[in-house]
């Protein structure tokens, strides 16, 4: 089995920056594509950020240019940088990652941006 640990998630400004962390443990071969979806108050969940093991990347128009999502193989471990952080970035923020054709998510970590 394959655990997802999120961290990094607290309250900051707007304006702001702020790192997610996400690491993976438990019997783990070979991770695919990992990835950040995040869900705000009253909005509908939807996909931040991915990354394959290759290191290409996909963004939300949202938040292209101000997130940068990067991996760490060796420590499989995903994260997300975050900068120039807005209210509407508020949310619940939820790791995923393949492994062995199953997807595996994480608990979440909470952003709140204030204005």
């Known amino acids: 089995q394959v655990q997802l640990v999120e961290s990094g998630g607290g309250l900051v400004q707007a304006g702001g920056s702020l790192r997610l962390s996400c690491a993976a443990s438990g019997t783990i071969f070979s991770i695919g594509v990992m990835g950040w979806y995040r869900q705000g108050p009253g909005r509908q969940r939807e996909l931040v950020a991915t990354?394959?093991?290759?290191?290409?990347?996909n963004y939300a128009d949202s938040v292209k240019g101000r997130f940068t999502i990067s991996r760490d193989n060796a420590k499989n471990t995903v994260y997300l940088q975050m900068s120039s952080l807005k209210p509407e970035d508020t949310g619940d923020y939820y790791c995923?990652?393949?492994?062995?054709?199953?997807?595996?998510w994480g608990q979440g970590t909470q952003v709140t941006v204030s204005s």
């Open positions: 995923t990652a393949l492994v062995l054709g199953h997807y595996y």
């Open positions: 990354i394959t093991s290759g290191r290409s990347t």
